[in-house]
């Protein structure tokens, strides 16, 4: 499945518990060799009483507590195959709730609040404000970067506010962001352009993965930073590579509601002897120009 191009290998592992070791999942993620993912997603039973319990693997086989398109996409199966219009899903990061019509394409997951406190990000040292933390990286008196918001969503994020996200060389300087000692558990880098009122220009390095189509709890993110700092009001289009997600940092009760579209690209087996794999079934159809293919 994919998010905006955020894209998913997602296992149903219900009924058969699923647990692979970070190099398959690595062999599976890669691109030249593999199927191919950002993320790999694990529905399972909830331990709790949500529809599911959804585990999260960055493509590198590492394991992560927050994924906003993947909750998306689960959110699509759950609301899918139970008839009804919402899905609860369980996270390591908590009990998330999805929103969606009977047959929906479009799903809005509340993500609950942002975590703001150095803390819960979590930095390496204490900073009283995290709408701007202290890094940078470049020359001292000519930082190419510096003083990024910094915003968990469940996972960390910092933020760099610039007027030309395609000004700097992402694939370049992600790295060395992710990996900075004031995140103690790295973190996904976001590049945000304010362009209009309301409207922010996005591109991100996942941890994890690297550039990325799109990544939903940076969408977020990057909205409740702009809320924070006046760049923005509570509601906001995040434009990201695959396209547009709308964001509501929502007054009334603090949690960030997530909108945006879902595909599914195919149904597929895999051997996990020799991690061959086929396809089984087609995806979503898409419509063109009045066309279906
Ligand atoms: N693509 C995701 C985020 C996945 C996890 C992230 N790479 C991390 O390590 O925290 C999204 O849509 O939020």
Redesign the pocket.
Known sequence: MN?LG?DFLVWDARDEPLRLDADVIAKLGDRETGIGF??MITVERSPSGGDAFMR?H?CDG?Q?D?????TRCVGRLLIEESGKDFATIETNAGLLHAFGSKTPRTITVDMGKPRLEWDQIPLAEEFADTRAIELQIGPIDEPILHTPAAVSMG??HGIFWVDDIEAYDLSKVGPLLEHHPVFPESA?ISLAHVFAPNEIRVKVW????GL?E?????ACAVAVAAARDSKAGRSSTIHLPGGPLQIEWRESDDHVLMTGPTEVEFEGEIDLETLQWSKTGPGDEVSVAGATE
């Open positions: 998010g955020n950002d993320q999260i960055n590492t992560v927050a994924c906003g398109n993947a996972n960390p996904n996942e941890r994890g993965v990325t799109a990544c939903g709890t940076a």
